[in-house]
Every structure is written in C-alpha cells, then in structure tokens.
C-alpha cells in the first residue's frame, strides 16, 4: 500500500490544532501491539472523519493509506478514501485505490459490490466495456461465493436494456451454488413469460419448437433441471456456510467451534480434491480471521506443499508482509525459508531489514536472521547481527539465550567451533557480572571437539578475565558457583589429578576468608543465642 503521503507533509487548511492531534495519536499507535494499534487507529480515523471538510486531500490520504497498510482487510475505509479521491482528485485515482483494495480483499463480496456499483456510476456512460469487465472480474472473484447474489443481480440490472444478456445472466448463475438460487428459478420464470415471443423463439433453438409456448415450456424445463443439480451442492454449503456467516470484530475472542467450522469446510474442499475452491475458502477466512496467525500458517503450508502454487505464494507473502510482521513471528519465518529455498536471497535480507525497522529487535528474528547470514557464509554480518541483537535486547536471559543459540550453530552445524568461541568472547563486556555466561562458555567448550589441552586453555581464558574483572561485580554465591562450575571442567576434562588439586587450593584459597563467618555483634549474639554457650561456641 503507497504510504508516500507523510504524516508531516499536509497541514490543515485552517488552524493547526488537528495536525497536531493526529500527529499524536500516530505517535501512540507505535507503542502498542496489534490490538492495540487497531484501537487507537479507530480514535484517529473517528476524529478524522469529524473534521474531513478542514483536511488536506493529501494528508487524509496519507491518514487512510497508512492505517490500511497495517489493516488492509477492512473494506469500510477502502471504499471511504475510494469515493474520496474519486470527489477530489478523479475517477482514475479512485479506480487506483479500488483495486489496490481488491487486491488486497480478493473474496470479499460487500467490497466488489460496492466497487461494482461505483464503476457503473464513474464509467457505464463512456466505457461500458470497461464496466463488463468489472463484472467479469468480480465474478472470477467471488461469483461463486455462496453469497454472492448481490453481483449477479447487479449485472442482471446493469444488462436489463438487453434480453440475450439477460438470458445468459440467468444461465450462468443457475449453477452457482448460491444460498438464494432457488429465487433465481422464479425471477427466470417470470422472465421468459414477460418477454415477446418472438424473442422466445430466438433464445430457444430455432425451428426445435412448434411455438412460443412449447419453447417457454423447454426453457423453463431446462432451467429447473440445472436447478436441481445445483441444489445437491447449494445443501451441502448450507451446512458448513452456517456457522461462519457472523464474521467477529477484529481482535474479538474466536470460540473453539467457530475455528472448527472453517477448518471442517476447509477439510471438505480438500477432499473434493477442488485446489481453486480451498484457495478461495483460505483467503474467505483471512477477510475474518487476519489476526489469527495460524490462519495464514496452515495456508502458507497448503499453497506450498498441497497445491503447488509456489508464484502464489510469494505474492501473498509480499502484499501482506506490513501484516505479518505483527503477527506470530513464525508466520514471517515460514515466508522467509521458502523465499530462501527459491534461491531469492535479496528478498529474505530485504524482509529481515523490513522487520527490524518497524518491529526492532526480537529474539526469535534475529536470531533466524543470524542463522541465515551463517548459511549464505557471511560470517561478519552474522556476527553484526549477533552484536545488534545483543544492543537490542534487554533481558539479559534473553542475550544468553541468543549467545548460546548462536554459538552453538557455529560449533555444531558448521563445525566452526572457533567461530562460536569469538562470539562468546565477543559478547563477554555485555554479559559481565552474570554467572550464566560461565557456565555457558564452560559447557561450550567442554562439548566442542577440540583436544583436552584446548578445552581447558580456551575454559582457563575466560575463567582468567572473570578473576581480573568481574570478581566485584558478582555475589559472594554466584562468585563460588562460578569456581565450582570451573572445578567441574577440569574434573571432566583433565586426567592430571595434580591439575584437579591445584584447581580446587586455589578456590580454597580465594575464599579462605569466607569460610568463617565474622563474629555477630554483641547485643545481636544476645538476642539470637541468648546465654546458651553450647551455641555461642559453635557460632565462634
């Protein structure tokens, strides 16, 4: 979605005081999540439409266009800045913002309705084909929704001028299962009576009937044939279209049943073995459940592994990526590896640089797009990342985690164990002061396949710079948990048991002064102890 129009660029016509309200407002957005975007767009867009006569065209344009980059499956606010445009600019703008709109809604029949009424109003006069063609490409769309009565009575209407346009209207919608098809067969009726009968004739086969009579008989006939073939179908969506036909409020708690009743009809289109019609059902779900991220999961998974439409979707992949970085980071992940199994590496560093810019650092990402960089060989970028993760993220449980991941990979998948070593190293200043750093550049270099000797020299480097630098910053606790950690290693990884005796001295003699405990003053030994000199003795 063009999001050119900047928030700063339009400025009221009279006064500044909204300007500024807006800007604050867009302000806020940026702070919540999804949910909370949403609602705090609502309060925008109210007072927005409050006072639109006092707006720039180019800043409400930009007002709109922004929010539907994030929420792009609400038709209300396509059709509104739709009809806007087509006010204040021209019909061209407006047909511009209609079809990005259908692009982005393509199974939503309220929005090709609307689109379809408005094509007939701006264009019909002067370039009626171009209207059939709106026609023709609404039905490809949704004319087999099961509701979609609403577009073949609009082209029923906007062909009214012609009988043979008509007839053909009402062939073709006869086997569409649609929830009203059983009016159709009335409405024929009474058409192929209204008619002349020399026009009946014409639309039978000529010279096959005796009279008008006998022809109106024989299409009518024939229409209530196809009637009934089509009404096998039309039961058996009634069943599954039931229970989805109230779609919930964005963000509104989905039951366990109403998720059901998708998947079940999803299920069924399946085993119809009808690729175009799950397809279609998918993309009808995500008009309702865009916020739900298993959703587009299980699609994402269908349209590569079931259907095989792999150009399918790296389209969708792309048209809602403002979307997905929102959602569960593992919608966005799952685009990412196919985009990088089609060999589209750019892509998957432009989405990652994407992501970062408008969600920033999160631990499951970067850490994705590390192991990215490690498979394409960049180690230095790689290890770019590793440090703008480090930055990024706050929790310290969260920097280990990324540290010991990262490391990890290096050591055991690219057999790189000197690579993983110069990250943890390269991460010690951030990780100062944390015991769980020890323990972790310990445990790495006790598992690494490197000889004994390395193991405790590589073990002994670290444990050097957290006896120089970091004794201060640590407890009394965390400091012996820290040599026992390292007592550990030697044991394990030394068979000298000089080595291990002089290891554990050592210790000893750093805490020798902790061993006993200072005297407890006085009136305190008192009040604990009492006279008891059985306990006052032991204290000493």
Request: with cysteine.
């Amino acid at each position: 979605v063009s999001t050119q129009s900047t928030w700063g660029d339009s400025k009221l016509i009279e006064g500044g005081e909204m300007s500024n309200e807006l800007e604050d407002l867009k302000r806020r957005v940026e702070k919540h999540n999804y949910q909370g975007q949403y609602l705090e767009w609502q309060k925008i867009l109210d007072v927005l439409e409050k006072n639109i006569d006092h707006l720039d065209i180019a800043y409400v344009e930009g007002v709109i266009n922004a929010y539907l980059s994030s929420f792009p499956f609400d038709p209300k606010y396509w059709i509104y800045l739709g009809e806007y445009l087509t006010k204040f600019r021209s019909r061209d703008d407006g047909l511009r913002l209609f079809k990005n709109g259908l692009s982005h809604n393509p199974r939503d029949v309220d929005l090709w309705v609307y689109y379809l009424t408005w094509a007939s109003k701006n264009f019909a006069s002067d370039n009626p084909a171009f209207v059939v063609q709106c026609f023709e490409d609404a039905i490809a769309a949704v004319g087999s929704d099961y509701h979609a009565e609403k577009v073949w009575d609009n082209l029923i209407f906007f062909h009214s001028s012609s009988i043979e346009e008509v007839h053909k209207v009402f062939k073709r919608v006869v086997k569409i299962p649609l929830s009203g098809l059983e009016d159709y067969v009335g409405r024929y009726r009474g058409f192929i009576q209204d008619i002349p009968n020399e026009e009946v004739i014409k639309l039978a086969k000529p010279g096959e009937f005796p009279d008008a009579d006998a022809a109106r008989s024989a299409l009518l006939q024939a229409y209530v044939d196809d009637y009934s073939t089509t009404y096998t179908q039309v039961v058996r969506r009634m069943h599954y279209e039931s229970p989805i036909q109230t779609i919930p409020k964005p963000f509104e708690p989905v039951s366990d049943a109403y998720l059901r009743s998708w998947t079940d009809y999803i299920q069924s289109e399946k085993a119809a073995g009808d690729v175009d019609r799950v397809i279609f059902l998918f993309e009808k779900a995500l008009n309702a459940l865009f916020f739900l991220p298993e959703i587009w999961l299980k699609y994402f998974i269908y349209l590569e592994t079931e259907a095989a439409r792999p150009a399918h979707l790296e389209e969708m992949f792309s048209r809602y990526q403002p979307v997905l970085i929102h959602l569960n980071p593992e919608v966005l992940l799952y685009g990412i590896y196919f985009e990088e199994s089609q060999g589209r590496i750019a892509k998957v560093r432009d989405f990652f640089a994407y992501f970062r810019k408008h969600k920033g650092i999160v631990l499951e990402v970067i850490l994705q797009e590390i192991y990215f960089e490690a498979r394409q060989l960049s180690l230095e970028k790689a290890k770019t990342l590793l440090e703008e993760g480090f930055a990024g993220l706050k929790d310290v449980r969260q920097q280990l985690f990324l540290l010991q991941e990262v490391a990890s990979f290096h050591a055991f998948l690219h057999e790189n164990a000197e690579a993983g070593w110069e990250m943890l190293k390269s991460a010690r200043r951030e990780l100062k002061g944390t015991k769980e750093f020890y323990y972790l550049s310990f445990d790495f270099a006790f598992k690494c396949n490197w000889d004994v000797a390395n193991k405790l020299r590589n073990a002994h480097s670290i444990f050097n710079e957290f006896l120089l630098e970091h004794t201060r910053q640590m407890s009394e606790k965390d400091q012996r948990d820290v040599w026992k950690a390292y007592i550990d290693l030697v044991s394990k990884g030394s068979k000298d048991p000089l080595i291990i005796k002089s290891t554990v001295a050592a210790y000893h003699n750093s805490f020798g002064r902790f061993l006993r405990p200072a005297p407890a003053p006085a009136a305190e030994s008192k009040q604990d102890y009492g006279e008891n000199p059985r306990k006052m003795a032991k204290l000493s």
